[in-house]
């Protein structure tokens, strides 16, 4: 089991920063995949950014150029450097892991979310 504890939420004004972390835990082998997701209200939950073991990322176009992820191996942690927010940004995010538990297992996994709300 891999348990995400995502940080770093709140309310910030159009065109300010905020930086979301996550944190993974528990047993398992390795952790291959990271994603940020958001999900806004009365709209589906769309990917918002990617990075793999191996370092490489990913981003939606709706935010690329103004959002960076990251990670920090040793501590199993993600984070997401969020720029320039704009009203659009408002949503629940989402932190989902691919971790290896076995051998023959991948599963995946979702933190609890985090509100962020971005004032105009």
């Known amino acids: 089991q891999v348990q995400l504890v995502e940080s770093g939420g709140g309310l910030a004004q159009a065109g300010g920063s905020l930086r979301l972390s996550c944190a993974a835990s528990g047993r398992f082998l390795s952790i291959n995949v990271m994603r940020w997701y958001r999900q806004a209200p009365g709209k589906q939950r769309e990917l918002v950014a990617t990075?793999?073991?191996?370092?490489?990322?990913t981003y939606a176009d709706s935010v690329r150029g103004r959002f960076t992820i990251s990670k920090a191996n040793f501590n199993n942690t993600v984070y997401v450097e969020m720029n320039s927010l704009k009203p659009e940004d408002t949503a629940v995010y989402y932190c989902n892991a691919e971790a290896r538990n076995s051998a023959w297992t991948v599963s995946n996994y979702w933190g609890q979310g985090t509100q962020v709300t971005v004032s105009s």
């Open positions: 990075i793999t073991g191996g370092g490489s990322t």
